[in-house]
């Protein structure tokens, strides 16, 4: 299993197209990848230009393969410019619920 965290800090003009494109990313992700376990979307309470991807996978090989997803490098190609800022990617393993818990 693994687990990944990513901040993002979208520039304010650009919070409307950076939502669709995350959100298309998103629902494809759960959808047409079998190692995809969940992916979730979330904008920060007090900086509605901050949002946090939460990500799971499979394994290495799961997130390899999102990674070369046509909907992942859609966003990867677009979003770049709406940025403020660098992503910033933790990696984090799973501890509770186990791993069999998860789909």
Not at 39 to 45: K, L, S
Request: net charge negative; charged share 30%; aromatic share 12%.
């Amino acid at each position: 299993m693994l687990i990944l965290h990513v901040t993002v800090q979208v520039k304010s003009e650009h919070v409307s197209e950076f939502l669709q494109l995350a959100r298309y990313d998103a629902e494809h992700s759960e959808e047409d990848e079998p190692g995809c376990l969940r992916f979730d979307v979330i904008q920060d309470r007090d900086d509605p230009n901050r949002f946090y991807f939460y990500e799971v996978y499979r394994d290495e090989a799961a997130l390899e393969a999102h990674r070369q997803t046509p909907h992942f490098k859609l966003y990867a190609e677009k979003v770049q410019p709406w940025l403020a800022a660098q992503p910033e990617r933790r990696f984090g393993k799973n501890l509770i619920p186990s791993d069999a818990a998860w789909r």
